[in-house]
């Protein structure tokens, strides 16, 4: 949620659309939308809906979403929407997890970004007061940008904390890594290819290079369309590493990085292998 004009028909075309960051500029305000496996509460227009339909858009709430404008001016009035949501969903959805987006952050020169955060301007007041308005609840804060992976990133650590077992997940994903001998196992979400959880045996210097392989597969995936071709798979590899990105199950994809260029060359008759013992390893602890 978030007033009108915060970018949130944006966010959701291209998390959920697949579309482009620049094909968002050709869309319009949205209202209410929503789809049989996901409710997606987009409420440009808040006043209208907070009196008659209050009721029903914050009941069974899971998560909350609130998308703050990076430029606003408003941020009294941006604060005491949020603090209506809040109190909203108290009342019809204890429990349900809280993210503040601080969306636009491309439109802040790269030099004023720690100003955002930890300076003194009206950017900091809206980032710390948004974080006081929340309390007693907790609430987990990004800077955001259709134009960049930190869209990415934030919405793969929503999609993470509503996974009911995604410690089982971790576990899985641990053994199976440590089976391949490789340096990394990921899962991604099919559809949005966002990160689900990842297990990573060698540690690695880039920390958002998973959100960066979003990105750049969900445009590639794009451009596979564009030419009547379907993604399936994506095999890479240079004298440093090897990297497999192929179907896992009917939802995910799954990553494998091997550094070791002798068990990369047998990854794909391993990846089978190890495909059929986590699927397994899930069925044991089901």
């Not at 609130?66 to 941020?75: K, N, P």
């Not at 900091?124 to 990415?152: H, M, N, R």
């Not at 959880?197 to 540690?203: G, I, K, L, Q």
Request: proline share 2%; with cysteine.
């Amino acid at each position: 949620m978030g007033k009108s004009g915060s970018g949130k028909t944006s966010m959701r075309s291209i998390i959920f659309a697949n579309f482009i960051a620049r094909d968002t500029r050709r869309l319009g305000p949205t209202s209410i939308t929503h789809s049989p496996t996901t409710a997606r509460w987009i409420d440009g227009f808040m006043e209208s809906y907070f009196v008659n339909q209050r009721e029903t858009i914050f009941r069974n709430v899971e998560v909350l979403i609130y998308v703050f404008d990076i430029e606003s001016r408003e941020i009294s009035k941006d604060l005491a929407y949020y603090r209506s949501c809040l109190d909203a969903v108290n009342q019809n959805s204890p429990g349900a997890k809280i993210f503040c987006l601080i969306h636009k952050t491309d439109l802040v020169s790269e030099e004023k970004k720690d100003e955002v955060f930890h300076g003194g301007n009206h950017l900091q007041i809206l980032y710390s007061e948004s974080a006081a308005v929340t309390k007693p609840f907790t609430c987990s804060c990004f800077a955001t940008s259709i134009w960049d992976e930190t869209l990415f990133k934030a919405w793969s650590k929503i999609v993470y904390e509503l996974i009911p077992n995604i410690k089982m997940l971790e576990g899985s994903l641990k053994q199976l890594c440590e089976v391949l001998e490789a340096d990394e196992v990921i899962l991604f979400e099919r559809a949005t290819f966002l990160e689900i959880a990842c297990h990573s045996r060698v540690p690695h210097s880039d920390v958002h290079r998973f959100e960066k392989i979003s990105n750049i597969v969900k445009q590639f995936k794009l451009s596979c369309s564009k030419v009547g071709a379907n993604f399936t798979k994506i095999e890479l590899r240079n004298q440093h590493f090897a990297a497999f990105i192929d179907v896992f199950t009917s939802n995910t994809y799954i990553m494998v990085v091997c550094s070791d260029l002798s068990i990369g060359e047998c990854t794909k008759f391993e990846t089978l292998l190890s495909f059929s013992f986590l699927l397994m390893v899930f069925s044991m602890n089901e």
